[in-house]
C-alpha cells in the first residue's frame, strides 16, 4: 500500500502556518543530476480541492501527503488565508491541478468557490506556474466512480486504492492528484485546444 501522511491545519489570521518549516528540508529531493530539488519540481503536480476546509495533495518520495486547510468564517479573512497557504505549498510545483466550482440549484452557495478558483488561478500566474481545472465528473469518473458519486464514495474507493485519507476534502485531493499526475489535459482545456487548431487549419487552408 501506498504510504501516506496528513495533516489538519485550522487557520484564521493569528495564526502562522508551521509545517512548512518542519516538512521544508523532507520535501528535497536528489535529482538524476546530482541536483538539490523541491519535490514538486520532481513530481511536477499537486492538487487542490478548494472549498470551506481546503483539501491538498502531492507526491514525496514513496508517499501521498495530504493536508486538510480550515478557513475561517469571515469572506476577507477566508481569501487571504487560503492564499497565504497555498502560496507557501504550492513553491517548486509546475502544474497546480484544482477541482473546478459545480452549480447546482444553489447558486449563491458556490460563490465562495469561485472566489477560491480566483485565488489559484491568480496565485499561477503570478508564480509562473501552469493552472488546470479538472470538472468533479472528471475527477469521480478517473477513478472509477459516477459522475453523480458522493463524498463518501469516493473516500471508500480511494481507501480501496491503497491509500488512506484523513477526511473527504483529503480524498478529493487525492483522486484529482491521480488523474493529473497522468498529465490529463482537463476536458475544457482539450475543447479549447481542438477549437484552436481547427481555426488554425482553416486558416491555411483559405
Known amino acids: 500500500n501506498t504510504k501516506a501522511l496528513h495533516t489538519t491545519i485550522k487557520m484564521d489570521k493569528n495564526s502562522v502556518p508551521s509545517i512548512w518549516a518542519s516538512s521544508q528540508n523532507a520535501a528535497l529531493?536528489?535529482?538524476?543530476e546530482g541536483l538539490s530539488i523541491l519535490s514538486g519540481a520532481f513530481f511536477n503536480v499537486i492538487a487542490i480541492?478548494?472549498?470551506?476546509t481546503t483539501g491538498v495533495a502531492w507526491d514525496l518520495g514513496d508517499a501521498v501527503v495530504?493536508?486538510?486547510i480550515r478557513l475561517p468564517k469571515n469572506e476577507g479573512n477566508r481569501i487571504a488565508t487560503l492564499r497565504t497557504r497555498l502560496e507557501t505549498l504550492v513553491v517548486g510545483f509546475r502544474r497546480i491541478a484544482y477541482e473546478t466550482p459545480f452549480v447546482g440549484r444553489?447558486?449563491?452557495a458556490a460563490r465562495p468557490l469561485y472566489h477560491y478558483e480566483a485565488v489559484i488561478i491568480e496565485l499561477?500566474?503570478?508564480?509562473g506556474i501552469q493552472t488546470l481545472g479538472y470538472s468533479p465528473s472528471e475527477i469521480k469518473n478517473s477513478?472509477?466512480?459516477?459522475?453523480?458519486a458522493g463524498k463518501p464514495a469516493v473516500m471508500a474507493r480511494i481507501e480501496a486504492?491503497?491509500?488512506v485519507a484523513a477526511d473527504e476534502h483529503q480524498a478529493d485531493a487525492i483522486?484529482?492528484?491521480?488523474l493529473a499526475r497522468q498529465g490529463i489535459m482537463p476536458a475544457k482545456h482539450r475543447a479549447d485546444y481542438t477549437r484552436a487548431r481547427f481555426k488554425k487549419t482553416q486558416k491555411r487552408l483559405f
Open 143 to 148: 477513478i472509477g466512480l459516477s459522475g453523480r
Open 106 to 108: 444553489f447558486v449563491q
Open 124 to 127: 499561477g500566474y503570478v508564480l
Open 29 to 32: 529531493h536528489l535529482a538524476p
Open 49 to 52: 480541492d478548494p472549498g470551506s
Open 66 to 68: 495530504a493536508e486538510s
Open 175 to 178: 483522486a484529482l492528484l491521480l
Open 161 to 163: 486504492l491503497g491509500h
